[in-house]
């Protein structure tokens, strides 16, 4: 007996044509997928969830006198003369090329370069070709290059044929060595012998009912083999019932889990006790250096709302670069430390540690708080003494790097933690903070915006906040991409800009593997700028190796106009803040990532003047590249382009999680399954909020908190 749980490894047992080898190898795969650490661990669930990438219409084959140029279909042929030719100046090229008859007219399929498929089709054999066809008016007859193709041997088993002719079949991936026929086999009777009362049903029958969804087994069954009677177009577009059924699923799961969780968050002990009374508001007022936005105020209420209420807070607060985040920050953290408490604030960078103490210096300067730096290139007396400032209860602010909520700096009495630039890692940062028996409310702020779907699905367990307006003033940044040709006349431009008095950044990327040729690229360049190009002009550098003082020397002249060009690697990418600077010209463009490009560009176009981004890029660059680029030109939006960069790399490259193999979803897609998306968070919500008492739905609950990874064996 087949069931979900049973190891793959295991399978030769039970399913014909399966042999030890070929279970082994199918293990092997799987597991590496599903990223589980052994071939044991990998179950046929895993398998069933290895799904089709597209669906053939095979129950009416299209015959070659019915084929049009530029039709796209499924067609058998008998291989009639087949071999292997060389093309090109120097006879570089191997082609590999037969023609094919149906009976009712002749066609020619070639590859590029393989030409050991000469083993593979043999005259005489029957072969399946799927692809575009083309018309090829030179040879006068229909063509497909590259096909996909099924060898069909003449099945002695009937039953055997049953599977891949004359109805509606998957097309696998090649999983390891094993191709698409050979994995349709072994779905086949996979889910013949599948012992289907192990897979009882887990969603509520009602919601079944009114969104009418069938059932799982079915849903798993018809994924693999579409039945007759639907549409195949819905199939390959993911839209089938079957699919609507799984992707539902997983969303649920997963947002019921996030729901649940964040009312067990609402329903922890609150560490701290904060009130605002008049004295507090006068004293928020008090630090304002200028006028709030609606869209800052609107958040401060809402993060104040959270400090003062009996639950802790867990907040992710949006905006995109230079919308104004840090000064509602730094409200919230008068309002904690006006009831007597230590706050904290976290940067990615000590750069930009250095920048938010010189600027909250300068907000609290009429008060009486300290603020102090905190960061691992302290010297270790430095830093004794202020880990026990700090326990002593003597600074009421520390900003530094992860460093400040390690193991021995002990606050004595710490109310507020704020978290800049660092969604990735702010979640854990809190865990960790719990760990240590603290119970600070927590502010995560980030500028790179995560499309909401992405946010709701990962961080349901945060509320979230967002400034969607920019200060007053701003001219929206004209950015432009340019070639190596276009040098010259951007050099008077950016010595047009500094004459007018605004400043310029110039910004190397990781050009070569290592750091070290990187520091080396952007150091010659700023020799040569100053010697050669802008010699009246006074350029710094800034570079990652620097130590803090000369860091901070660097940014300090120019800040203060001192220096009019930065030349610099990518340390100033996160929150740097000149307001007189207008230009930002990046180098090589072509090899940075949507986030970085936009956190650079958000560098700029903080003052009144209007401000350029300058995209240079040598050579070819690859389509994704230049599609990124051509995005950048056309918006600011920090929002519409996290989109498209969900659209372009998918979620785990995003978060950050594809290197560790970790998948979020099996089936469903949050780009393409919107509707589906939005349904499944209406629908737990609605689950919790109505029927949280019904024993169907408390069995629910309990397993979703039990089970860490909403697997479909697992659940139900
Ligand atoms: P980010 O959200 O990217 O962290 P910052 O907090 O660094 O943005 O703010 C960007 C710039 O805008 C800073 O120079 C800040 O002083 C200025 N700023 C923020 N809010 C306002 C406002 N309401 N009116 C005018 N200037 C503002
Ligand atoms: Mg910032």
């Not at 990187?518 to 002009?537: G, N, R, S, W, Y």
Request: proline content about 4%; aromatic content about 6%; overall charge neutral.
């Amino acid at each position: 007996m087949i069931t979900l749980t049973t190891p793959i490894e295991k399978l030769d047992i039970e399913l014909p044509r399966v042999g030890k080898k070929t279970a082994q190898a199918l293990a092997d795969s799987i597991a590496l997928l599903n990223a589980c650490p052994s071939r044991e661990q990998a179950k046929v669930e895993h398998l069933l969830f290895y799904l089709p990438m597209r669906y053939e219409d095979r129950s009416n084959l299209a015959k070659i006198g019915d084929l049009a140029d530029g039709m796209e279909a499924a067609v058998a042929v008998e291989i009639k003369v087949a071999g292997n030719y060389k093309v090109g100046k120097a006879n570089q090229h191997k082609i590999f090329e037969f023609s094919g008859e149906d009976g009712t007219g002749r066609i020619r399929a070639f590859w590029w370069n393989q030409p050991f498929l000469e083993k593979t089709f043999t005259r005489g054999s029957h072969v399946i070709l799927f692809g575009q066809w083309k018309y090829d008016t030179y040879r006068n007859s229909l063509t497909i290059e590259n096909p996909d193709y099924e060898i069909i041997d003449k099945e002695t088993d009937p039953t055997q044929e049953a599977i891949h002719m004359g109805r509606c079949v998957p097309v696998y991936r090649k999983l390891g060595d094993i191709r698409t026929k050979q994995l349709r086999t072994i779905m086949h009777n996979l889910l013949e012998l599948l012992d289907f009362s192990t897979l009882s049903e887990n969603l509520p029958p009602q919601l079944l009912a009114r969104n009418n969804f069938i059932n799982r087994a079915d849903a798993l069954k018809q994924i693999h083999f579409p039945p007759e009677y639907v549409a195949l177009e819905t199939y390959n577009r993911a839209q089938s019932p079957a699919h609507r059924r799984l992707i539902f699923e997983e969303f649920f799961w997963l947002l019921l889990a996030l729901a649940v969780k964040r009312t067990e968050r609402h329903q922890e002990p609150k560490g701290t006790s904060i009130e605002v009374n008049d004295q507090v508001r006068q004293a928020v007022l008090n630090i304002l250096p200028f006028k709030p936005t609606n869209a800052q105020k609107r958040v401060l209420k809402e993060i104040v709302e959270d400090l003062t209420s009996n639950r802790p807070m867990n907040r992710l607060l949006q905006g995109d670069v230079g919308a104004g985040k840090t000064i509602v920050a730094a409200q919230a953290i008068v309002v904690a430390i006006e009831n007597g408490y230590q706050t904290a604030l976290m940067v990615p960078t000590e750069i930009l540690a250095e920048q938010h103490t010189r600027n909250l210096r300068k907000l609290f300067a009429k008060t009486n708080y300290r603020v102090e730096l905190l960061t691992g290139s302290l010297t270790a007396r430095e830093k004794r003494a202020i880990k026990a400032d700090i326990k002593a209860n003597s600074i009421q602010l520390v900003v530094g790097t992860h460093a400040i909520i390690q193991d021995d700096v002990e606050f004595h009495k710490l109310g507020l933690v704020v978290i800049d630039e660092q969604h990735r890692f702010g979640v854990m940062q809190r865990a960790e903070l719990i760990r240590r028996g603290y119970r600070p409310d927590v502010l995560v702020m980030t500028a790179t915006p995560i499309p909401r779907s992405l946010a709701m699905t990962v961080y349901g367990d945060l509320d979230v906040s967002i400034i969607d307006e920019l200060p007053p003033g701003r001219t929206p940044i004209e950015t432009r991409v340019r070639g190596e040709s276009s040098r010259p006349k951007i050099y008077q431009f950016i010595a047009e800009e500094v004459r007018q008095g605004r400043q310029i950044y110039i910004v190397y990327p990781l050009v070569e593997e290592s750091e070290k040729m990187d520091l080396a690229a952007a150091t010659k360049m700023a020799e040569i700028l100053q010697k050669d190009v802008f010699p009246h002009f006074s350029i710094a550098l800034l570079h990652g190796r620097m130590k803090p003082q000369e860091k901070e020397e660097v940014m300090r002249k120019f800040l203060a106009c001192e220096a009019q060009i930065l030349v610099s690697t990518t340390v100033i990418e996160v929150g740097v803040d000149v307001p007189n600077a207008s230009v930002m010209m990046i180098e090589h463009s072509d090899r940075f990532g949507f986030s970085q490009l936009h956190q650079l560009r958000g560098r700029v176009g903080r003052g009144a003047a209007k401000s350029y981004c300058i995209l240079m890029t040598g050579g070819v660059k690859s389509k994704e590249a230049s599609e990124r680029l051509r995005v950048l030109e056309q918006t600011t939006d920090g929002f519409k382009i996290s989109e498209k960069d969900l659209e372009l790399r998918g979620p785990g490259e995003i978060l950050g999680t594809r290197q560790s193999g970790e998948q979020i979803f099996r089936v469903a897609n949050i780009v393409r399954d919107r509707v589906l998306l939005d349904l499944a968070r209406q629908e737990s919500e609605f689950l919790l909020a109505v029927a949280s008492d019904d024993p169907f739905t408390k069995k629910l609950i309990e397993k979703v908190l039990t089970q860490p990874k909403f697997g479909l064996a697992s659940i139900g």
